[in-house]
T-cell receptor
């Protein structure tokens, strides 16, 4: 049973427009959420995170929104740039618990076209 | 500050052999987690070590084992390799246990089992 789901395997966006990547989770115990970006042949790079006490966190062009009632989070990239083309992973964890490992979604491949 | 390093970057083994992968965390980080990435399953948690103790373990067979040394470096061992063990193995480090802090990933070791 997948606890973290990214239902769109791929997304194509024009340069300068907004990219919206979505993630759903089923475990209501998750209280810490992260987004990672991964280029081929490299490890995932931490992008942005959000705690369940917030509903929005912003860092430059990247904003993460959390809707706890819907168990849904999204990553907005504005404006999108060709260098943003990568696979984006959503991850969740139960902070402070004994099971603190990250549970990852299967990723969404973002292509930003010039 | 140097990032997470993993050696070797690429490895080719045959079925039945064993393999040891190495991970050096970011200086000062005491928690090391290991993940397996395959095209079909995405990123799956293997285990986490903190202060030389295994803190958490994913759902993998006993052929997968690990350890952590006093300098926080970690090794992962897979015995009796199977074709299905072909994957990218990623190591991530954090200052404190992973549920309480952001994890930073290394570039991974690409293992191919023939």
């Amino acid at each position: 049973d997948q606890q973290v789901k990214q239902n769109s395997p791929s997304l194509s966006v024009q340069e300068g427009r907004i990219s919206i990547l979505n993630c759903d989770y089923t475990n209501s115990m998750f209280d810490y959420f992260l987004w990672y970006k991964k280029y081929p042949a490299e490890g995932p790079t931490f992008l942005i995170s959000i705690s369940s006490i917030k509903d929005k966190n912003e860092d430059g062009r990247f904003t993460v929104f959390l809707n706890k009632s819907a168990k849904h989070l999204s990553l907005h990239i504005v404006p999108s740039q060709p260098g943003d083309s990568a696979v984006y992973f959503c991850a969740a964890s139960v902070s402070g618990g004994s099971q603190g490992n990250l549970i990852f979604g299967k990723g969404t491949k973002l292509s930003v076209k010039p | 500050k140097a990032g997470v390093t993993q050696t070797p970057r690429y490895l080719i083994k045959t079925r039945g052999q064993q393999v040891t992968l190495s991970c050096s965390p970011i200086s000062g980080h005491r928690s090391v987690s290991w993940y397996q990435q395959t095209p079909g399953q995405g990123l799956q948690f293997l285990f986490e070590y903190f202060s030389e103790t295994q803190r958490n373990k994913g759902n993998f067979p006993g052929r997968f084992s690990g350890r952590q040394f006093s300098n926080s470096r970690s090794e992962m061992n897979v015995s009796t390799l199977e074709l299905g063990d072909s994957a990218l193995y990623l190591c991530a480090s954090s200052l404190v246990p992973s549920g309480l802090d952001t994890q930073y990933f290394g570039p991974g070791t690409r293992l191919t089992v023939l």
